[in-house]
């Protein structure tokens, strides 16, 4: 999907390359670990997450190997001294390496929450060090992109969302990416043709002011794109003035209607939509265009959206670019990638614990996984266990707090959130297709009380430890607060 055509294995961090230089030559790279991706703040101040991306980790995994080139270039770089930076017999360790790891996931689409893993990465230290960056880049703003997508969707009230935002995003993957992750969130659609050609995405797109700009007249401009594009004419009415603007638009229609045709839709990109699209509404019902549709953009988003509804706005279609593509107001969901066990080779995995003077940054030990529960159709809470312990009992305890308590009640089922996507180095999962993820994103809001789904100040979902991993962290915590720093 990254249209670079080249090795992409050296997408990540030279820190991560050191530590891999300074494990081999002092031999931990013989360990093996256990990671886990997560993030510790819903994004957007709301009250979900929608996992994406994962998809394209996987495309990354498959072709992730160091060819010489790769090589040829990391035999270059030289400290600030000038000295050669790795040792050529390390090089030829990494011409060896193989992303020989199991990994679990959660599908794409999945709604998930602060805390707990989306991903989880097991096996020999180095490969799971080197893949600590691009697997947050891949996941991290995928993640974030699909959540927007999400909650405009939400705004939209089942109204077509259109992904409008090619020539504002950042470079030419994050445009395909954030049409991918956007389609996944619940777009109906991107304008971005090369993300279609690619990812199999509807393209969808009406014309530009240049188009009116380029003749004497407006509805001569109208009247040219209809006779070119008869079979999908959305007009773009605002170029000198909106109101003149549908008047031309619905002569069109009648000169498109005298041929068999209809008149798609109108787009209004500036001004007060609201009065606009109503005005726009009347004239059209007026002029026996009921079924066209009225299309609005300019620098949309989900509050913008919500409060064009709650005015009453009679826009039923709406494209949404900046906003959307470049995450808005959040730049990124801070996800991070934490060892939470070590091993060595053939013995029982140890687990490992990061401390921090913020509560939120406190990691959680162990081979961690998420069993969600259903009660009487609506998620009840998520519980995060450690595999080699199993479920203790269906209490969760807040890890942010452990004062907040939930107990499942009997009678509820459950599903376990992680599934494995890749073993000892193979892939074992097969993503489905981009619209079956875009329809699991829906079926999994759809199991969250409406309050969690809200914009202002939303319910905080249950999400907690099973009582015996708090009871192993809470011992680790105050076990490495009296242990002397060396």
């Known amino acids: 999907m990254v249209p670079y055509g080249q090795s992409l294995t050296l997408l990540t961090d030279l820190y991560q390359l050191t530590?891999?230089?300074?494990?081999?030559?002092?031999?931990?790279?013989?360990?093996?670990?256990?990671?886990?991706?997560?993030?510790?703040?819903?994004?957007?101040?709301?009250?979900?997450?929608?996992?994406?991306?994962?998809?394209?980790?996987?495309?990354?995994?498959?072709?992730?190997?160091?060819?010489?080139?790769?090589?040829?270039?990391?035999?270059?770089?030289?400290?600030?001294?000038?000295?050669?930076?790795?040792?050529?017999?390390?090089?030829?360790?990494?011409?060896?390496?193989?992303?020989?790891?199991?990994?679990?996931?959660?599908?794409?689409?999945?709604?998930?929450?602060?805390?707990?893993?989306?991903?989880?990465?097991?096996?020999?230290?180095?490969?799971?060090?080197?893949?600590e960056t691009p697997l947050l880049t891949l996941l991290n703003f995928q993640t974030l992109i699909a959540t927007k997508a999400a909650r405009v969707c939400l705004a939209a009230r089942g109204e077509p969302v259109l992904e409008f935002g090619l020539r504002r995003a950042q470079g030419v993957d994050g445009?395909?990416?954030?049409?991918?992750?956007?389609?996944?969130?619940?777009?109906?659609?991107?304008?971005?043709?090369?993300?279609?050609?690619?990812?199999?995405?509807?393209?969808?797109?009406?014309?530009?002011?240049?188009?009116?700009?380029?003749?004497?007249?407006q509805r001569e401009a109208?009247?040219?794109?209809?006779?070119?594009?008869?079979?999908?004419?959305?007009?773009?009415?605002?170029?000198?003035?909106?109101?003149?603007?549908?008047?031309?638009?619905?002569?069109?229609?009648r000169m498109l209607r005298a041929q068999g045709r209809d008149l798609t839709g109108v787009r209004l990109d500036s001004g007060d939509l609201a009065w606009l699209s109503i005005e726009a509404r009347?004239?059209?019902?007026?002029?026996?265009?009921?079924?066209?549709?009225?299309?609005?953009?300019?620098?949309?988003?989900?509050?913008?959206?919500?409060?064009?509804?709650?005015?009453?706005?009679?826009?039923?279609?709406?494209?949404?670019?900046t906003r959307l593509v470049t995450g808005g107001d959040e730049a990124a969901l801070g996800g991070v990638f934490k060892l939470s066990a070590v091993r060595e080779p053939g013995g029982r995995f140890r687990p490992r614990i990061k401390?921090?003077?913020?509560?939120?940054?406190?990691?959680?030990?162990?081979?961690?996984?998420?069993?969600?529960?259903?009660a009487n159709g609506e998620a009840a809470g998520d519980l995060i266990y450690d595999v080699e312990?199993?479920?203790?009992?269906?209490?969760?305890?807040?890890?942010?707090?452990?004062?907040?308590?939930?107990?499942?009640?009997?009678?509820?089922?459950?599903?376990?959130?992680?599934?494995?996507?890749?073993?000892?180095?193979?892939?074992v999962y097969r993503p489905p297709p981009l619209p079956e993820s875009r329809a699991h994103t829906q079926s999994q809001l759809a199991l969250f009380h409406p309050g969690i789904k809200r914009f202002v100040n939303p319910h905080t979902y249950p999400v907690g430890l099973d009582p015996v991993l708090h009871e192993r962290r809470t011992r680790m915590i105050l076990e490495a607060r009296k242990r002397p720093l060396s």
């Not at 109101?243 to 229609?253: N, P, S, T, Y």
């Not at 401390?355 to 259903?374: C, D, H, M, W, Y």
Request: hydrophobic share 45%; with cysteine.
């Open 19 to 131: 530590m891999a230089s300074a494990a081999w030559k002092s031999g931990a790279d013989e360990r093996e670990a256990v990671f886990h991706l997560l993030f510790r703040r819903a994004p957007f101040g709301g009250g979900f997450t929608i996992a994406a991306g994962l998809a394209t980790a996987l495309d990354f995994l498959s072709g992730w190997r160091f060819g010489d080139d790769d090589l040829e270039y990391l035999r270059s770089v030289r400290t600030a001294q000038g000295e050669t930076l790795f040792e050529a017999a390390f090089l030829d360790y990494l011409r060896r390496l193989e992303p020989k790891l199991d990994i679990d996931a959660v599908p794409e689409g999945t709604a998930v929450f602060p805390q707990e893993p989306i991903l989880r990465v097991s096996g020999p230290v180095v490969p799971c060090m080197l893949l």
């Open 175 to 217: 445009a395909i990416s954030a049409a991918r992750a956007a389609f996944i969130g619940g777009c109906a659609g991107t304008s971005n043709v090369l993300a279609g050609k690619l990812l199999g995405i509807p393209v969808s797109g009406t014309h530009a002011h240049s188009w009116v700009m380029l003749f004497d007249g």
């Open 222 to 253: 109208f009247a040219e794109y209809a006779r070119a594009m008869p079979h999908n004419v959305v007009l773009l009415v605002d170029t000198y003035d909106s109101a003149r603007g549908i008047d031309d638009a619905i002569e069109v229609g």
């Open 282 to 321: 009347k004239k059209l019902d007026a002029a026996g265009f009921e079924k066209t549709n009225i299309l609005a953009s300019n620098e949309l988003d989900e509050h913008l959206i919500e409060s064009l509804k709650l005015q009453g706005a009679r826009i039923n279609v709406w494209g949404v670019g």
């Open 355 to 374: 401390l921090s003077e913020q509560t939120a940054k406190i990691s959680v030990p162990g081979v961690l996984q998420v069993r969600r529960f259903i």
């Open 389 to 427: 312990d199993g479920v203790s009992a269906p209490t969760l305890i807040d890890p942010l707090d452990p004062t907040r308590r939930k107990t499942i009640p009997p009678g509820a089922t459950h599903l376990d959130l992680l599934v494995p996507v890749w073993r000892g180095g193979q892939q």
